[in-house]
């Protein structure tokens, strides 16, 4: 080895490193600003699936009001979602405001998740260019960054919540104060993640167990004791900071949920809907590959599948069982009417691509971490690296699901089968990889760089010198990755010779012939780009380990692996980030307008029970079926719905549904006329002619299904939006139920049923009738010989998700029904009195009125506490924050880190020898 430089190391002792902090702020900006430039243009707004533009312009989510709970007025009958959280993300869009919010949410949330490393890696004592590097491999991190575009900026903050966590435990200053620390930063991820944030909080426990064994080199039992207490340290402040969160998601996610129950015949029948989103293993060579098994499915971002350029995702994640079997059966004897529904085909909103450099660089830790002498790293490090390389291995394995028997284990565990989403194992995965990709980094600088003096030899005599003098291990290495790379291009050729049966598989599962073509020519351009990063990577760690970086040229040393970072991972997640034009996306249109008038007095539904007829001409049976398909369900449902407020009956989303919601839909699944009775549903939107087939068929007797609007698609250009132009022939419709209950009823007239079930019985049975007389759970008896002939009238004079106010005017006894989801949480008042919350008609919400002109008020007034509980620890964590950094003698203090630039004295040092 070359005779150490007589130059600083690049590590954080030196003075010059306070500039560091500034490169990493202009690297992160500088590259997340260029990938996300059209966020900037005052109509471009980001694509996000999860938490679009219209979702959080709606009224229920308006801040701060949400900070007192969130009440979703807009599907279903409502229901309770908690509150927002004292978290960044809520925080971010307090400020942003919804626009700014859609446009700048993700970028914000992989900067921090970018800053989180740096800082990790620095209180590691690594050097700062790696640092920097660190940063940038996290904020580009494909699994990372792919949920950000998704919209769940959640995941890269819980991330980055626990970057800090880890930064807090192995920072300097005393112990006491860096623990709690610790466990806000795992709180925090609890916050954001849920239960995202649940795993890595066991990844978190277990690595503060490691480190505490392993700090000084030596574990012993009394040290792994010690480390059991620092995590039961680590865990009640994260409990404390997250105390909202774990209130939350056990009220909406766990109590009174179908399928959480912890017997085993629950979790036998819940097994395959948990499992469904697992990570089959042949597509672990999406970790190298990024564009192997495509992208994400274009019908999501509202693009045809042809004008993805091939990019379409082909896999099997979130493939439910019923499609494994069906593909199963010899090719001959599949019968694709007979198929499951596509939907459940295939699902990618996300890629678990880590980077070429990143993978070999963390490789190149691992193994260096077993080598016996002359090592890089002290036995101290050894471990931990080890430790990182065992949870990364640990997380892929579960990520497997239902494709592997590791994920069973796992279940068998007390509420762990409440967790769904195997594939989110993979996030310990990515972070464990970054990590490792640091360790990596520091060696190589360490070693070859910073104690190396400039070479004056070219890069080829470079090379040649070295490889004539080089040690053993460090040759063994380099062969092994040039093998690793000669069967990286076999198996590249291997696979464009298979190309016509990858076809013909990809027409197997349902890809017509000339995507199929476009989407394997995209698959086989991926491997070979791959191909050509793993190259040029090996071709540059290959120059490091030579010492042709050493001295003046360390930082180009810098320079060339950010710039092969930036390059590799930012042309990979190109294809998630997808802008649209907001103005265009969100205009309204005449059924729009009619929908959002009061939208609060009705509710709208698509879900008409009958099948378009066979003899219906194909044209029209498409422009039927893409309306429903998309534009209801995506355009208009997830998007223009909540943007003006429209409330619907269709869910968007329920993995979890509450107990008393999957009763009602069960008891009201045959009868669909009564089910838009009892829940105020006035209008349906789907063909024109499904209205005489629902008045025959639902309505013989009084026929109140008529057309209110007749409509259809319309497109401009082939490159125009898809809109609605009214006409009078269809073959749309928006169609009018006129016996739908109205929003807000009086009963003079009602029956007091406790038992619940009986309720429901009786609600579907056709010898009730709802516009005469409604059900009431409470003890509450109507006086003699009442009947519901002038009960009186009502009307509403203020509305609000949480804040309901109407007139009643009731000329008898009168229960007072609003067809709004029974929760205790809500509180009624009338003339300003509090009065006593009625359950009727087994899930509604109603009370009791005397005689007389009455002002009523509905509020929902959920618990504050457990938001006042967080609220104070966010505030007590800042504090500490401000106390260390500010502190001059906080470092002298309590129990020190082992950074890698410092061995502990009794780990043997990295020094050349």
Known sequence: ?????????????????????????????????????????????????????????????????????????????????????????????????????????????????????????????????????????????????????????????CVASNFLALAAFVGRGSLWARLPLAGFGVGMGIMEGF??????????????????????????????????????IVALCAAFLAAQALTTLTGTQIQGIVGTKQDKETRAQNWAFATQVSFPKIETLRLFIPGLFGYGMPAMYGQADEAYGGANYWGAVGQDQQWE???????????????????????????????????????????????????????????????????????????????????????????????????????????????LFGYGLQGMFQRFIARGETSSKGMKEQLSAWWAKAPAFDKKWTLGALAFFAASVAGWLI??????????????????????????????????????????????????????????????????????????????????????????????????????????????????????????????????????????????????????????????????????????????????RRLWELTNTRYLVDWAGFVEPLNNVLDPAERRFRVQTYFELHQASADSPITIRTNTTGPLALMEFTGALPRAKLYSNWRVEPDLENTLKQLASTNFNPAQSVFVADSIQPPAGATNAEPGTVEFKAYAPKRIQLEADARQPSVLLLNDRFEPQWQ???????????????????VLLAPGKHRVEFRFVPSNTSFYISLAAVALALAMCGFLAFSRDSAAVGESSVPMNKPASSAPSRKTK
């Not at 690594?126 to 494909?142: I, P, R, W, Y």
């Not at 279940?411 to 972070?431: A, D, Q």
């Not at 464009?496 to 027409?507: C, D, I, V």
């Open 1 to 157: 080895m070359s005779k150490p430089a007589p130059t600083a190391p690049l590590s954080n002792s030196s003075p010059a490193n306070q500039l560091w902090f500034v490169w990493i702020l202009v690297c992160l900006l500088g590259v997340l600003g260029i990938l996300f430039f059209p966020s900037f243009k005052s109509e471009q707004v980001l694509f996000a699936n999860d938490g679009p533009l219209g979702a959080n312009n709606a009224q229920a989510m308006a801040l701060p009001s949400a900070f007192h709970g969130i009440w979703h007025d807009l599907n279903w009958l409502g229901a309770w979602s908690g509150s927002a959280l004292p978290t960044i993300t809520y925080t971010l869009a307090w400020f942003l405001k919804p626009l700014g919010f859609a446009k700048f949410y993700a970028p914000l949330c992989l900067f921090i998740l970018g800053a989180s490393v740096w800082l990790f890696f620095r209180q590691l004592g690594f050097a700062s260019v790696v640092c920097v590097l660190g940063g940038l491999a996290a904020a580009l991190n494909m699994d990372f960054f792919s949920y950000a575009c998704w919209g769940l900026g959640t995941l890269p903050l």
């Open 495 to 672: 696979y464009g010779s298979s190309r016509k049966e990858l076809e013909r598989h990809l027409q197997e599962v349902f890809f017509p012939p000339d995507l199929a073509k476009a989407i394997a020519a995209y698959s086989l351009h991926d491997v070979g780009i791959y191909v050509f990063l793993l190259a040029v990577s090996i071709a540059l760690v290959a120059l490091i380990l030579s010492g042709w970086f050493g001295g003046a040229r360390a930082k180009w040393a810098g320079i060339a692996l950010g710039a092969l970072l930036v390059v590799d991972l930012g042309r990979a997640n190109l294809p998630w980030i997808v802008h649209y034009d907001y103005q265009k996306k969100y205009a309204t249109n005449p059924v729009i307008d009619l929908l959002r008038e009061k939208p609060f007095e009705h509710r709208v539904t698509h879900a008409v029970p009958f099948a378009l007829p066979a003899q219906m001409p194909r044209d029209v049976a498409t422009h039927v079926q893409h309306f429903k398909s998309f534009i209801y369900y995506q355009d208009w449902l997830q998007n223009l719905f909540p943007f003006y407020n429209v409330q619907s009956i269709d869910i968007i989303q329920m993995p979890r549904a509450p107990e008393d919601i999957a009763a009602f839909q069960r008891a009201l699944a045959g009868a669909p």
């Open 195 to 232: 239960d995202n944030g649940a795993i890595f909080s066991l990844c978190v426990a277990s690595f503060v167990v490691a480190h505490s064994c392993f700090a000084t080199g030596k574990p012993s039992f009394k040290l792994a004791v010690g480390g059991v207490a620092k995590v039961i």
């Open 828 to 846: 009624v008042f009338v003339d300003g009195k509090r009065e006593t919350l009625l359950r009727c008609n087994f899930t509604m919400r109603g």
């Open 325 to 435: 079997n069906y593909f199963r059966a010899p090719a001959a004897s599949r019968n694709p009417n007979q198929a499951p529904t596509r939907a459940t085909l295939r699902f990618s909103g996300a890629g678990p691509y880590a980077g070429v450099l990143v993978v070999l660089v963390a490789a190149f830790a691992l193994v260096h971490s077993f080598r016996k002498r002359d090592n890089l790293y002290s036995s101290a490090d050894q471990n931990l690296i080890k430790f990182w390389a065992t949870l990364a291995l640990a997380s892929l394995l579960l990520a497997y699901g239902r494709y592997a028997p590791f994920y069973q284990l796992l279940y068998s565990l007390p509420y762990f089968s409440t967790i769904r989403v195997p594939y989110k194992w993979l996030h310990p995965f990515s972070l464990s990889l970054v990590i």
